[in-house]
Nanobody, 122 residues
Framework: VQLQASGGGLVQAGGSLRLSCAAS????????VGWFRQAPGKEREFVAA????????DYTDSVKGRFTISRDNAKSTVYLQMNSLKPEDTAVYYC????????????????WGQGTLVTVSS
């Protein structure tokens, strides 16, 4: 599975962005997908994940109520809608996929995209 993350950019605090994770290769619809982020000088952290069917989702507490993860298996794409953005959301955002794992540990995901930078100005 090859993953391509896109949609990052510069936005003011309170604004919105939608990230996309487009997949190619194997049957994407059978993979769980997670979004992670990494700010300068910090470890990569979990943001959100969605099961292959889209029916089960998980969010880290700091983004609950502001971010929404969704997927369109017909388009082999997973989205991360980010609203009410805060400066502390500034990071490189990565998507990852795995056929057996849907969780919060980055090392358990087999496939990774290249990252897209989100910068939130105050």
């Amino acid at each position: 599975v090859q993953l391509q993350a896109s949609g990052g950019g510069l936005v003011q605090a309170g604004g919105s962005l939608r990230l996309s994770c487009a997949a190619s290769g194997r049957t994407f619809s059978s993979y769980a997908v997670g979004w992670f982020r990494q700010a300068p000088g910090k470890e990569r952290e979990f943001v959100a994940a969605v099961r292959w069917s889209g029916g089960i989702k998980d969010y880290t507490d700091s983004v609950k109520g502001r971010f929404t993860i969704s997927r369109d298996n017909a388009k082999s794409t997973v989205y991360l809608q980010m609203n009410s953005l805060k400066p502390e959301d500034t990071a490189v955002y990565y998507c990852a996929a795995d056929k057996r794992y849907m969780g919060r540990t980055p090392s358990n995901y087999e496939y990774w995209g290249q990252g897209t930078l989100v910068t939130v100005s105050s």
